[in-house]
């Protein structure tokens, strides 16, 4: 099945879409792309983003039904910015499973990475950690070509605890880190993060031979 696994088109809650059209409007060009399923992921507990618990599920109980008539399977999720705060929050799981998908501040490691994420999983949550490619710090610089990298010993220590990686299918072209992620099979998903028309935020071609390089439909 052909999935994305990330976007926020959602509208009116976070930074993503504003209006349901434009939200309907990337959906119609997801499907010309071969769009099967849809997480809408409205950030939560983002300091960058700020957004209110209720108020999604208010959207979503006022767009669901608009935003399924379209022959794409649109489910709700989020992407939850990693803070210990979550441990005591009500979480909003991708569809319903027991998958978060879960983001981390870019700047620097948070100093409550494991012990939060193994928290989460013992209260039997399984983690998506969100694109991947974007925190530098999880990343080595490797001898003098310029750009290229390795994922250092923290992003093995997260796969052997069983988090699972996200990365944007934007990143495949341009950005090393998301690159060797991929070619090592180190990535498991990807998702679109598309956030509004016009964002430079490239949609998934699902016929494009690098899908399949990526196992959504193993766990979406
Ligand atoms: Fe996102």
């Known amino acids: 099945m052909n999935i994305d696994s990330h976007c926020h088109l959602l509208p009116a809650v976070d930074d993503g879409v504003e209006e349901i059209e434009e939200s309907l409007a990337i959906l119609e060009e ?26 999604i599920m208010r959207r979503w109980h006022e767009f669901r039904f ?5 022959s794409v399977e649109v489910l709700l999720g989020s992407e939850i910015f990693l803070r210990p705060e979550v441990l005591e ?10 998958f978060l998908l879960v983001e981390l501040s870019t700047q620097q490691k948070p100093h409550y990475l494991f012990e939060v994420i193994g928290k989460l999983q013992s209260t039997g949550f399984r983690i998506i950690l969100a694109h991947l490619e974007r925190y530098h710090y999880l990343f080595k610089k490797v001898g003098l070509i310029f750009g290229k ?8 220590r997260l796969r052997d605890m069983g988090v699972l990686f996200q990365v944007n299918w934007n990143s495949l072209d341009k950005d090393s880190k998301a690159r060797v992620l991929v070619d090592r099979r180190i990535a ?13 935020r490239l949609l998934i071609d699902f016929d494009d031979d690098r899908y399949r390089l990526f196992l959504n439909d193993s766990f979406l």
Do not use: C, W
């Open 66 to 70: 608009e935003l399924n008539n379209h």
């Open 30 to 55: 997801m499907k010309l792309k071969g769009l099967q399923r849809l997480y809408l992921t409205p950030h939560l507990f983002s300091p960058i983003s700020p957004s209110d618990p209720a108020e």
């Open 89 to 98: 929050s009500d979480l909003i799981t991708m569809g319903e499973s027991n």
């Open 188 to 200: 498991d998903i990807t998702g679109s993060d598309k956030h509004k028309q016009g964002d430079n």
């Open 149 to 156: 990298v390795e994922p250092t010993d923290e992003i093995h």
